[in-house]
């Protein structure tokens, strides 16, 4: 259904090439996995496949591309192309326009020129399987970021297309959310859709897969059948995460003498009638490194922005090093406290990576600046990519940007949503050893994951919130 010969394509002002001499053959109604540390050049190939490139984007280009015969050239435009294909992005917000989760579902469906009976049948179906009936009236914004995604795929479903390619549709999705999406993925190729998918999780799709490729630095690393790529080592490394040896051994439990840094009684926060958060009281200590867990829209990033003055409390207090974060300016609590966001692009708007680091620096007035940015850009491994634009760095590289701006900045507590969203094995594991080693120094990390395996395997302490409420808070011996 689609080929691709000998492709290449460099970006404008992207230097190298971002994929190289990639060929491949993707096979009415199979379901083609692609992998790959990231900047490998996944996502490229992809809307390569899909004639984005062609249609929408400058840049160089070679070799060949065909979507159902035709060469991608010969369409007259993008618009032609998205009634065969139709792409789901690793960005959600990119894609939704309208006020609604129903009115981005209907947009989609009413494209097709469908009766009404059959729009309103598909409407409910969709939401159905993607478990967005309960949000049918709530604005895109106000969703969590697995939200998000869901509904961005829905609004693919709802096009119905004979093609699907999807770029880490469960990237920002918990356990619960990404079974949701296999299901669907099953359900269409059983109905003879073909699928092309951008994925980390392997494991949890491999009953899908008929084909994978692993990428490497633009080229394709290696072609085939699941069960004949996954002994090779470098394969081995992508598909499947490693943490032993990271915890240690060893935990952190606070003496009885010590204050906590982070101390919240009875929170409560509300978005309109929808109450986010119930009640939530915790303390957070000095070196304590904390997993937030939870299903997608339990609460947890609405949690970790009050520590920071984005959100105030509609009831109860928070301290933050003894700054009263309900009232506190953001620019005082960022002298205790800095936060990572789950998409570490919205926090850049530098020209280069030093550039970047020495904003929050300047900002906050912190002594021996340039002593500063040579210890985090060292702490993180990013010497090598001082100079260069943000944007071009890898999504491992732009997340352990992310870290070193706010590591800069000197805070005692470190929050970090979701920092191993898009990242492969090896470099999911690079970014938590930087995490504890930022424990080992004193620092208190606080994290909100959906990885029960990064949780259990590398933190001291879980706690477990559920419709706005702590359902569990564990701290872990030994």
């Known amino acids: 259904m689609i080929t691709l010969e000998e492709v290449s394509y460099s970006y404008p002002r992207g230097g190298r090439q971002a994929i190289s001499r990639v060929s491949v053959n993707i096979e009415p109604g199979e379901c083609l996995f692609v992998t790959g540390p990231s900047g490998a050049g996944k996502t490229t190939m992809c809307m390569a496949a899909a004639g984005i490139l062609e249609h929408e984007f ?21 618009s032609e192309i998205s009634g065969h294909v139709g792409m789901v992005f690793d960005d959600p917000e990119a894609q939704l326009i309208f006020t609604s989760v129903e009115e981005e579902i209907l947009s989609a469906l009413e494209r097709r020129g469908l009766s009404a009976e059959e729009i309103e049948s598909r409407l409910s179906s969709i939401m159905e399987v993607t478990q967005l009936t309960a949000l049918k009236d709530r604005a895109p914004h106000a969703l ?27 990237a920002e999705l918990d356990e619960r959310g990404t079974e949701s999406i296999i299901s ?8 003879g859709k073909t ?3 951008t994925e980390h999780k392997f494991t949890k799709f491999r009953d899908l897969i008929d084909q994978m490729i ?12 699941p069960g004949d790529l996954i002994a ?60 937030i867990v939870g299903e997608n829209g339990s609460g947890k990033t609405t949690l970790i922005k009050h ?7 509609s009831g109860g207090t928070v301290l933050v090093d003894g700054k009263d974060a309900g009232v506190a300016p953001v620019s005082d609590l960022a002298h205790s406290v800095g936060l ?3 998409n570490p692009d919205h926090m850049f708007f530098a020209d280069t990576v030093a550039e970047e680091i020495m904003f929050g620096i300047r900002n906050l007035g912190i002594p021996e600046p340039d002593m500063v940015l040579k210890k985090v850009l060292d702490a993180t491994g990013l010497t090598h990519s001082r100079d260069l634009y943000p944007r071009w760095l890898s999504r491992g590289e732009r997340q352990k940007l992310a870290i070193a701006c706010v590591l800069a900045m000197r805070p005692k507590v470190i929050i970090l949503d979701e920092p191993t969203t898009g990242l492969d094995g090896r470099e999911a594991r690079e970014v938590m050893e930087i995490l504890k080693h930022l424990q080992q120094e004193g620092r208190s990390i606080v994290m909100v994951t959906h990885s029960r395996q990064i949780a259990e395997e590398c933190t001291d302490r879980i706690i477990t919130i559920d419709s706005g409420r702590i359902q569990s808070d564990i701290r872990r011996e030994g």
Do not use: C, W
């Not at 669907?184 to 109905?191: E, Q």
């Not at 204050?259 to 009281?281: D, M, R, T």
């Open 144 to 170: 969590s970021g697995g939200q998000k995604q869901r509904l961005v795929l829905a609004t693919t479903l709802a096009l119905g297309t004979d093609i699907v390619i999807l770029d880490e549709p469960t």
């Open 307 to 313: 520590l920071i003055g984005l959100l105030r409390p």
């Open 214 to 225: 692993v990428m490497d630095a633009g080229r394709i690393r290696a072609l085939g059948k």
């Open 232 to 291: 090779d080592e470098f394969v081995k490394g992508v598909i499947f995460p490693d943490y032993s040896g990271i915890r240690d051994g060893s935990s952190h439990s606070p003496s009885d003498e010590q204050k906590p840094l982070v101390s919240i009684k009875n929170l409560e926060h509300a978005y309109g009638e929808v109450q986010a958060l119930n009640g939530v009281s915790l303390d957070i200590f000095p070196g304590e490194f904390v997993a």
């Open 195 to 197: 699928i092309v998918l």
């Open 184 to 191: 669907v993925l099953k359900d269409l190729k059983a109905g």
């Open 58 to 78: 400058g840049g160089e280009k070679e070799g060949k591309i065909t979507i159902l015969g035709r060469n991608v050239k010969e369409y007259a435009s993008l």
């Open 340 to 342: 990572v966001f789950q």
